[in-house]
């Protein structure tokens, strides 16, 4: 009976993911023949069922960049940059979107050493670097051990080699785990009023457009506190933002 169950299973989610493929190469048809309405209804459809992939993302923002809808372009150009760091099209064709909108906000520059080191986690993704974690954890326990019970000889210093290797992998995973985790969203509203606190009497601070990235800090009830990559915080609506 477990059998049966499993292959019945098996065969539900070969269905699906080849209705997804199916669904996927249609869609880029469709796009190849600037049927960019009909090809968002399929990659939408494609989304829906939670077959996502950081190319599906990608042509999502191809089709709505063609469609000259540029917040919905760049929501989806970030959600494949989320998926996969690398993804050099992704990022190029994101630069282009954020030409066209109102808000050039640029960021505060970084250290040489922050940017080499934002650089350095993103050589793996999470998943590689807590594997290597794990790896190197057992490598040191299984040195350790043998040295202390068998009185092998190693290389000098091998366990403290592959300590100190462990701590780093650790530390680049988490630090490639808080990038993840961390809540961004892009502003749909064609023009947001940030405010110094969450409060429609509180003041005024800067306006953002339709398109720009934020950050969320916190949120009270249906108030956000977000930053710019410039620096400034305030309060905003969440109705008026979508996270990436």
Avoid at 16 to 21: P, V
Avoid at 44 to 55: F, R, T
Avoid at 163 to 171: A, D, E, H, N
């Amino acid at each position: 009976m477990r059998k049966i169950f499993l292959t019945l299973i098996s065969f539900y989610f070969a269905g699906i993911s080849l209705a997804s493929n199916t669904l996927f190469k249609q869609a880029n048809d469709l796009y190849l023949q600037e049927k960019y309405e009909d090809a968002i209804l399929l990659y939408d459809s494609i989304h829906q069922s939670s077959l996502v992939s950081a190319d599906l993302y990608y042509n999502m923002g191809n089709t709505y960049y063609k469609l000259q809808d540029w917040p919905q372009s760049i929501l989806y150009f970030e959600r494949a940059l989320k998926l996969n760091r690398n993804h050099e099209d992704a990022r190029f064709n994101l630069d282009l979107a954020q030409l066209k909108i109102v808000d050039k906000i640029e960021a505060i520059p970084s250290l040489f050493i922050e940017k080499w080191y934002n650089s350095f986690i993103y050589i793996f993704i999470i998943d590689t670097w807590a594997i290597l974690c794990i790896v190197l954890l057992w490598l040191s326990f299984l040195v350790f051990t043998i040295k202390k019970l068998l009185f092998y000889k190693f290389p000098k210093n091998l366990f403290t080699i592959l300590f100190v290797l462990t701590i780093l992998s650790f530390v680049f995973a988490n630090s490639n785990f808080k990038q993840i985790i961390q809540k961004n969203a892009i502003i749909f509203s064609s023009s947001v009023v940030v405010k110094s606190a969450p409060s429609y009497n509180s003041n005024d601070l800067f306006s953002l457009h339709a398109g720009s990235k934020i950050h969320i800090l916190d949120q009270i009830g249906d108030w956000i506190h977000i930053s710019v990559v410039n620096g400034n915080k305030g309060w905003m609506l969440k109705e008026n933002c979508i996270e990436i």
